[in-house]
């Protein structure tokens, strides 16, 4: 893949999206974290309180505001393994827009189940099917695509998270953000680095599915397999490539990315659940893995804030990571 060009998504662009999704979506709250170690206050951007469950609801808001005539006429199409999904089935609803949604067979069942009941038609493909099967419906149908990340619309819709988290905590040191397309990560660190350009943005994800890692490493955008990425329980986090987009806004603004084992990713979504009584998916949890393993690999001390990407996870599932003997 060639090297990416400058970044696409401006402060300016962020800003307009607050104002185009402002009531569409909830001004999530920076919630303490009460153990947090001394010297490295930790605060929560829990978007699992968003009322689809993750951050995903305001780059779809904000990407189909911008297309509301054609998507009325037309209807929408996207590909998701879940909270993306959710999101365009959410904003589909609310506007009463027709959606189709293309969802690779592994994705949790819990996700699948709210699409439906939300009302959106759900195509289940293979995971290397996801993307060429929602631009063939497309093609067929005259649908609009509302991609998952890699789209401008979609990464400025993700950067309000990084609006709100720099207006209520000034002078913070570091702002940990998950990995997967990233589209949330490109955002907030557009937004972060215009309005406290001395605060760090480390994007976190696992290590089963460290093509983010590499990539920024390398300096080069790479991909995993599908087979590789599946590996880890954070299935919000495999996406085998970041997009292009979201690459160049990564390029420009982001300072470091690190992985967490799946023992830490889980012990993120325990200790979240007990220590600041919010629900996280595992995906949810990486960031705050990061922090409770990986201080040495992230090097900062003082005010530090990690994004709760989402909560949506079958309670069955999160009974197994509170107690693996259940």
Do not use: C
């Amino acid at each position: 893949m060639t090297p990416a060009a400058g970044p696409v998504v401006t402060i300016e662009d962020i800003t307009a999206a607050a104002e185009r999704i402002a009531g569409h979506v909830v001004r999530t709250p920076l919630v303490p974290y009460p153990e947090a170690e001394p010297g490295r206050p930790l605060w929560f951007k829990p978007e699992s309180l968003q009322p689809s469950g993750a951050f995903k609801l305001r780059g779809a808001f904000n990407a189909i505001l911008q297309r509301l005539d054609d998507a009325r006429a037309r209807g929408v199409v996207t590909h998701s393994s879940g909270n993306h999904a959710r999101a365009v089935a959410w904003v589909a609803r609310e506007l009463d827009l027709r959606a189709t949604i293309v969802i690779p067979d592994a994705a949790p069942a819990v996700k699948v189940e709210a699409v439906r009941a939300l009302g959106a038609e759900v195509v289940i493909v293979a995971p290397q099917d996801r993307d060429s099967r929602a631009f063939e419906l497309a093609a067929e149908h005259g649908y609009v695509m509302i991609p998952p990340y890699d789209d401008a619309a979609i990464v400025a819709g993700q950067g309000t998270a990084g609006l709100e988290i720099a207006a209520d905590l000034p002078g913070l040191v570091a702002v940990l953000v998950p990995v997967s397309g990233g589209g949330l990560i490109g955002g907030i660190a557009t937004a972060v680095k215009a309005l406290s350009p001395g605060t760090r943005v480390i994007g976190v994800e696992p290590e089963l599915a460290a093509d983010a890692t590499e990539s920024f490493r390398t300096g080069q955008r790479v991909s995993w397999t599908p087979e590789q990425t599946y590996r880890t329980i954070a299935d919000g986090l495999r996406t085998t490539s970041v997009g292009e987009i979201p690459w160049r806004q990564i390029r420009a603004y982001v300072d470091d990315v690190i992985t967490v084992s799946e023992d830490e990713i889980r012990d993120g979504v325990r200790r979240l659940a007990s220590g600041a009584r919010l629900v996280a998916e595992p995906s949810g949890a990486v960031p705050f893995a990061a922090y409770l393993h990986r201080a040495d690999e992230l090097g900062v001390d003082g005010s530090v804030v990690a994004v709760v990407s989402g909560g949506n996870l079958a309670m069955d599932t999160l009974a197994r990571i509170i107690d693996p003997a259940s």
